[in-house]
């Protein structure tokens, strides 16, 4: 999971998911998307699919890219405590603002 952390942390990576999550895409879709040179898309979209965000089928001469949700599911497993621990302080918020005059 460090390596999806890892990945996740470079911003036009977030930002290609993004996209992805809408629908697939080819690379030239990503590169007018995000402004970002072709060679830069096939490079973070290769690290992309080398930890699992995503995977590509090939459509007669151009490759199309989705997105992998699993890796993601991983990632919120591991939120789920700190999501948890929010959600009771901001219960606890709630009552306190309800209890004031």
Same mark, same amino acid.
């Given at each position: ?15 290609? !998911?993004?996209? *992805? ?8 879709? !990503?590169?007018? !998307? *995000? ?28 490759? *199309? ?24 302080? *901001? ?11």
């Amino acid at each position: 999971m460090t390596e999806v952390f890892e990945v996740l942390a470079e911003p036009n990576r977030r930002r290609i !998911l993004e996209c *992805l999550r809408e629908r697939e895409r080819p690379v030239n879709d !990503l590169v007018d !998307l *995000l402004r970002v040179s072709q060679p830069a898309v096939s490079k973070h979209l290769r690290v992309l699919r080398e930890a699992g965000l995503v995977e590509s089928r090939v459509d007669a001469q151009r490759r *199309l890219y989705r997105l992998r949700a699993a890796p993601l599911r991983q990632v919120d497993d591991w939120l789920a405590p700190y999501r948890a621990m929010w959600a009771s302080h *901001l219960d606890a918020l709630e009552t306190h603002l309800e209890e004031m005059p």
